[in-house]
């Protein structure tokens, strides 16, 4: 069986037949109903690898974030170091947000 089938049956993309539920059974060397009734162990294990998923996923646009205003702030520290003046012309709250960013950075 084509590695991809398998993953598209494992999540629930493509229906599974019988046939191939009894050929898996035979070669896992388990019951049938082991396969249509997953354990508990086996439910806890999917839900883990789903919250693990949605962790990489937003640990990788944290990171892409963290560049982007890195990034940024690069650029606004080196216009305000070239045009120190231009400081007195943002609003408060910017200011307050380029200072607070400055600090873990």
Do not use: C, H
Not at 40 to 51: C, I
Not at 57 to 81: F, G, H, K
């Amino acid at each position: 069986m084509d590695p991809t089938t398998i993953t598209r049956m494992e999540s629930g993309k493509r229906p599974t037949t019988v046939d191939e539920i009894a050929a898996l059974a035979t070669v896992f060397e388990i019951d049938s109903t082991a396969l249509l009734a997953p354990s508990e162990d086996a439910l806890t294990y999917f839900a883990l690898r789903s919250a693990v998923d949605r962790l990489k996923t937003a640990s990788q646009q944290r990171d892409s974030a963290e560049e982007r205003i890195a990034q940024s702030l690069r650029e606004v520290n080196s216009i305000l170091e070239a045009t120190p003046n231009l400081r007195f012309r943002l609003k408060p709250a910017e200011v307050d947000l380029i200072d607070r960013l400055r600090a873990p950075f």
